[in-house]
């Protein structure tokens, strides 16, 4: 027999930006609340991937990095104290005859849930890898896959390989401190924001298209120059560079949650409007949470954090009336102020 005092009213699995703010609101709602993040540290991507790029799509925070964003977000989350567990990745989740979940962790740990939403974002994401040979051994000291120290390119000449939105923002952010950035892309199209490309081709960035990597020459255990293979003309060129930044993308993976038995698609799970998935009592929201029209913003999962909380509330409370509820008006934070 579970405890009652060890059965949680919201566990929140994921420990990124939209898994913080649920957290917070979920306090907010007076819900006895549990985070789990598979990471040893809380922030999820955004404190991984774009620790020092600047976030502006966030309605009243017009410039923010990755990390002030992230220690923002930890130090509200933490306002009511939530639980936190730390390298913990949910493998299985049952239902309890009693109506509670079961959540069972790589390391056997068990947690006890009234209700789960799931906040992971794409699940695991692995950077797709160079695979030529001495990239592996040239990762981290002369070939990234991600930037967390942007000083570390000031008067360097830095190539770049990919397309997307990743590949033409570190672009703009490393112009003005690089000795010289290049862009490649195998294709003639950007899949970039179209203002981004833009800006990316008005200013010193070289753009060479359509061009892909083929081969790393090195000296002294670091990388020296790139050959560079247009893909349309299977023309070589070769590119000294002092650092190459590749960003072809990710490998997702929803990992064990695939199969829990919820309505899942390529692109995450299927919720309705109250962010609930096809099983009662797990919600889902952020990234991996796909219904029409799904806004993948951050400011969108944090629209979705609260709608799943009010949904869990109703759900472990179906008889009790739900009032909207703003942090100007709630009592104990206008005290602490």
Known sequence: MVKQDEVYDVTII?????????AFYSGMRELKTKIIEYLPYLGGKVSYFYPQKII?????????SGDELTANLIEQA???????????????CQKHEDGYFILTSQNGAKHYTKTVILATGFGSLKPVELELPHAKELTEKSLHYSIHDIDRFKGKHVLISGGGNSAVDWANELEPIADQVTLIYRKSSFKGIESNVTKMKNS????????????????????????????EQTTFEEVKVDELLINHGFHIDLGPITEWGMEITDAGIVVESSMATSIPGIYAV?????????????????????????????YIHPKEPLPHLYSTHYEPLIKAD
Do not use: M
């Open 56 to 64: 502006r799509d966030i309605g009243g925070l017009p410039h923010l």
């Open 204 to 231: 010193s960035v070289q753009v060479l298209t359509p061009y892909e990597p083929t081969e790393l020459k090195q000296e002294n255990g670091r990388l020296a120059s790139v050959i560079i293979q247009n893909t």
């Open 14 to 22: 994921g420990g990124g930006p939209v898994g913080l703010f649920t």
């Open 78 to 92: 933490k306002t009511f104290e939530p639980t936190i567990v730390l390298e913990e990745q949910v493998l299985n």
């Open 286 to 314: 952020g990234d991996i949470a796909q219904y029409e029209n799904k806004l993948p913003l951050i400011a969108g999962g944090f629209n979705e954090g609260p709608i799943a909380v009010n949904s869990a509330k109703l």
